[in-house]
């Protein structure tokens, strides 16, 4: 059993489908990388230049986390109305429509002049980026075999890394000590979706994609919708988004300023730190996709080599938790980026384990939890934000958030039913 890329591919077809399939795996999946980190530069900008952007517009930190929270909220309803459009709509017109929309009210964020308008920004943000996963997941479930998709998914995952590693080293070149000249970064990331579009439609084409559809059509019988969304693993599987998306939401946005107001490390120094921080996340994601790809072809179940995982990413998140303890510098460096590449690499063994539902709802099923996670990381920011303004600390959100994924595994162990049979489908 082979590490190629041609194990990935969806099982039953043809020799010449199959071939012809992983050339496309190949195109395809970059472009979904590259979309996810054109979705993580536009989303990322903001928590690159928090600080700045807080005293400029004289943000509290509970405005703050009111801006990350509007994003969430957004992204919630974002997910919901994408999840299902993208089970009844061509993903190859979608997409693009999507990244044009979010791209446009990035740029526009670069014009904000207060509070509120910044508010409005973030909330029609994550409306818009919502309909990145939907697409990207029903993209990749219809691909990538079982024992896959852990592995592509982590491509998929990996290209938030991609753009968030980017995002800081683009903004510590275009920012200056003048007020206001962390505009342009937003303007310059939201102009880079045009960029994308094209090339999508240069060079996929439709039949790429409606291929792995009518392969998908044939091995399910039609059933009401609701009835095979509504199980007992979509409730095990919300448990554990609320776990790793809370956690991953507040790291992403609250990092550069616990590293510059708590720890007391410079603008210059956060920008690097956490594009290095980015870059070791992506080595988690990808490393948690190929340790799953590799226990399962070595034997292990597809829930027991997905589950450990998890288990081994939360423990790394767990380190998080540590924080208040540790003085400033390299220790404490360290085991934030070891925490980081835990919290990233939590995300596509998630979305393996909800391509398991059902093939001709994934968009539905990434919808309706991605509603209520998100609205729960939308609480979970004010709540971060309003410990930090009455404590003048962020140690009891850092503690709380660090072990949070450690409930996502045991959800897993306990509450995810086993594998009834080993499948490559």
Known sequence: MGWSIMGWVTAGAGDEVQGRLSKQVVVICLFLLFASAINYMDRQTLASVATR??????????????VEASFGWG????????????????????????????????????????????????????FFEAAHWPCGLKTTQALLTSRGRGLGNSVLQSGTSVGAFATPLLMLWLLTPEPGSWRIGFQAIGAAGVVWIALWFALVRASDLRASQKQESVTE?????WREVFCWKLFVLLL??????????????????VLQ????YSENETLIFTSVWYLVTDIGCLGAGAMAFGLA??????????????????????LVACVPWIPKGPMLLGILLIAGAGALGLFPMYYAFSQDISRSHQGKVTGITGILAWAFSGVAQMAFGSSADATQSFNTGLIIVGLLPLFATLSLVFFWPGDRYESTS
């Open 221 to 225: 019988k039609p059933i009401a919708w």
């Open 261 to 264: 107001q708590q720890i007391g």
């Open 75 to 126: 992204f919630a309803l974002g997910s919901l109305v994408f999840g299902f459009l993208v089970d009844s709509l061509p993903v190859r017109w979608m997409y693009p429509a999507a990244i044009l929309l979010w791209s446009t009210v990035g740029f526009l964020t670069g014009f904000v002049r207060g509070y509120d308008d910044l508010l409005i920004c973030r909330g029609l943000l994550g």
């Open 53 to 66: 952007i807080t005293n400029e517009l004289n943000l509290s930190e509970k405005q703050y986390g009111a």
């Open 297 to 318: 072809s070595r034997g292990w179940s597809i829930k027991g080599s997905r589950t450990a995982t998890v288990a081994l990413c939360s423990l790394a998140c767990a």
């Open 240 to 257: 554990v988004l609320l776990a790793i998306n809370t956690t991953w939401q507040i790291l992403r946005a609250w990092l550069p300023k």
